[in-house]
């Protein structure tokens, strides 16, 4: 039997939907066994009457009544809590778990796919990148496969089909730049979260759009392809690329560089991931390079986007340090996407947490719960202590 049973976490948000369109085109493939949603109870519902999956989970409870109310009488089991998450990704029937949820809150229900010998198709940077060294060590004890979702890490998964990952020289991360590339500090200290939002390549959920602005996308993305490829900081460059077409590269030790490249379209990696090792034909549109004379490059400047400069920082720095990072960066993109910290304003947020809150060289799972907690209460208080102003 081909077909697979998926579980979609977060199946209501930009990757989650994507995800949902590739199932619809490959019902002999895939089916959708498990669907989860935060709040937005209303779009769970309508997938869950299309998609039939055996559960659909809301993590917010206040909208369970809601949600099991208008499944009643259907196949779906309904279910709440983040707690559900985390037993019903273990359901002996599921084949893959794709982590398509947001943030820190990804990270258990991951380490419970796992523990069940799921394959992950990864998303969800964010727990590569606060127990990255947890999370590989666990997969390998149980034997299972992390396929990465994100287009820079899947790109650098396809060429390194093949090849001996002891062979790569470096990898070469492509980041567009965001919506701000080639602005000074000055130039940014007033813009808005409508500016940010507009990304110019990749529609996206708001938290990773607005860390697309700041660089701070790629810099959790440096951490996950260290614990991917299993790499040192050395080995991981990142070069702006504008046009969003090749999706990244590795260099070999001979001096060989292969790329991937295509049209941006998330759609790709997505499928890529829940297929491995075949590839599916596809009918998305095609990259032509004569629509694209120029393919660009430059450094990041780092100057400007602090951000970056952090990652590469909490990783040479190892322990809870990447951990801290994240916590301070979600709590900074909430305060500045509800408008009470300014853009800039969120690279000081990371820096303060970085200096204040304390440093375990070899946290566990608490220590890592406990910092993530921790930060998060510093960076709210520090907001709070900002001057307030509208943005
Ligand atoms: P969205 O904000 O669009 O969607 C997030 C999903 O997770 C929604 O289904 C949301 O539910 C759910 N969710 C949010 N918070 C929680 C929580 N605390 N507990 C449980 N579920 C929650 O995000 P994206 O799809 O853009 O991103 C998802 C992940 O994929 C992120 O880690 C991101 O970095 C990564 N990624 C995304 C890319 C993209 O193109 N979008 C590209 C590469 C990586 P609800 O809708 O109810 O709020
Ligand atoms: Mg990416």
Redesign the pocket.
């Known amino acids: 039997n081909s077909l697979k049973n998926i579980a979609i ?8 939907t994507q995800a949902l369109e590739v199932i619809v085109e490959n019902p002999s493939l895939f089916n959708a066994y498990v669907l ?5 109870a209303d ?2 519902i309508q997938q869950s009457l299309k998609f039939k999956p055996a559960y659909a989970v809301i ?2 409870e206040d909208k369970y009544t809601q949600v099991k109310k208008a499944l009643a009488g259907t196949a779906t089991k309904v279910l709440s809590g ?1 707690k559900a ?1 985390i037993d019903i990704v273990t359901d002996p029937q599921i084949d893959i778990v794709l982590t ?4 820190f ?2 990270l258990e229900p991951t380490i419970s796919a796992i523990k069940a010998g799921k394959t992950i198709a990864l ?4 727990t590569l990148v606060v127990a990255g060294g947890l999370i590989t060590n666990l997969a390998k004890q149980h034997n299972v496969k992390i396929l990465p ?3 820079e890490h899947s790109a650098i998964y396809q060429c390194l089909i093949g090849e001996d990952y002891s062979s790569i020289e470096k990898i070469i991360l492509t980041a567009s730049g965001g919506p701000f590339r080639g602005k000074t500090v000055a130039q940014l200290a007033n813009v808005t979260r409508e500016h940010a939002l507009k990304h110019p390549n ?1 529609i ?5 759009t607005i ?1 697309s602005a700041t660089l701070m ?1 790629k810099g ?1 993305e440096v951490i996950e392809a260290k614990w991917l490829f299993d790499l040192s900081a050395d080995q991981i460059q990142v070069i702006v690329h504008p046009q969003s077409i090749v999706h990244s590269l590795v260099q070999f030790e001979d001096g060989s560089i292969k790329a991937q490249m295509g049209l941006p379209d ?1 759609k790709l990696p997505i499928q890529y991931a829940l297929t491995y090792p075949t590839r599916l034909k596809t009918n998305f549109k095609r990259f032509d390079f004569i629509d694209y004379p120029e393919l660009t490059f430059e450094k990041p400047d780092l100057m400007t986007f602090r951000n970056l400069g952090f990652a590469f920082e909490a990783l040479n720095r190892g322990g809870n340090m990447p951990c801290i990072v994240n916590a301070a960066n979600e709590i900074a993109v909430a305060g500045f996407l509800a408008n009470s910290l300014s853009f800039l304003a969120m690279s000081e947020i990371i820096e303060s947490c970085m200096r204040h809150i304390d440093f375990h060289t070899q946290p566990t799972l608490d220590d890592y719960l406990n910092t993530d907690k921790e930060t998060r209460i510093f960076a709210q208080n520090l907001i709070k202590q900002m001057p307030q102003k509208a943005y």
């Open positions: 976490l977060g199946s209501t948000g930009s990757i989650g989860t949603a935060h709040s937005n779009l769970l993590c917010n983040i998450i398509a949820m947001v943030g809150a990804g998303a969800n940077k964010e979702v994100d287009s990749w996206m959920g708001a938290k990773i860390d996308n959790l998330m």
